[in-house]
Nanobody, 115 residues
Framework: QVQLVESGGGLVQAGGSLRLSCAASGSIFSCNAMGWYRQAPGKQRELVAIRTSPGNTNYADSVKGRFTLSRDNAKNTLYLQMNNLEPDDTAVYFC?????????WGQGTQVAVSS
């Protein structure tokens, strides 16, 4: 079993930055994909960034060059550094891990970007 707890969301002005964190409890060594999704009001949940293997991270076109996915194995924590934020980035952001034992989601953290 894996449990995920996100943090780092908040309200920021356009052009600002935030770093989201996703702390995982339990072993994540069997997880072969980890990433972030987001869901804006009235829209479907969409992929933001996903890492399927070391050195192989895919980003949504809308965030390329602005967002960076990283992980700290020692802390069992996944990060999403978000720079040059835009109002269209406003959404609830969810951490996601796909492991041999199943697929896990965090509870979500709200990001709001004002123009």
């Amino acid at each position: 079993q894996v449990q995920l707890v996100e943090s780092g969301g908040g309200l920021v002005q356009a052009g600002g930055s935030l770093r989201l964190s996703c702390a995982a409890s339990g072993s994540i060594f069997s997880c072969n994909a980890m990433g972030w999704y987001r869901q804006a009001p009235g829209k479907q949940r969409e992929l933001v960034a996903i890492r399927t293997s070391p050195g192989n991270t895919n980003y949504a076109d809308s965030v390329k060059g602005r967002f960076t996915l990283s992980r700290d194995n020692a802390k069992n924590t996944l990060y999403l550094q978000m720079n040059n934020l835009e109002p269209d980035d406003t959404a609830v952001y969810f951490c996601n891990l796909r492991c041999l034992s199943g697929t896990y989601w965090g509870q979500g953290t709200q990001v709001a970007v004002s123009s």
